[in-house]
């Protein structure tokens, strides 16, 4: 699910990008201000997320957690992630 939805945001930060081009292209000096903000904000949160996915593969934390306390769906079914990592 973090895998998806990173690059979801990832995916809708290039297409906030767009308008800001041809904002700029057509010769304004400034891009509107929210426009840039939600732009910049889905490409952070797109690295965020898939940065959390690392994290995650790294983790140790399902292998001591009991099952259904995961918050990672792979762990809660039994897959544990910890043994990839190593």
């Known amino acids: 699910m973090l895998i998806v939805g990173g690059v979801l945001n990832l995916a809708y ?6 308008p800001i081009t041809v904002n700029r292209v057509k010769g304004a000096p400034a891009t509107p201000r929210y426009l840039m903000a939600a732009h910049l904000s889905t490409l952070l949160h797109a690295a965020v997320l898939l940065g959390l996915v690392w ?4 983790s140790t934390l399902g ?6 306390w ?9 897959n544990d992630l910890s043994a990839a990592a190593h």
């Not at 292998?63 to 259904?68: E, H, S, T």
Request: some cysteine; glycine content about 20%; hydrophobic content about 50%.
């Open 13 to 18: 930060g290039v297409l906030l990008g767009y």
């Open 70 to 78: 995961s918050l990672l769906p792979g762990v809660a079914c039994g």
């Open 55 to 58: 994290a995650a593969r790294l």
């Open 63 to 68: 292998a001591r957690w009991p099952p259904g």
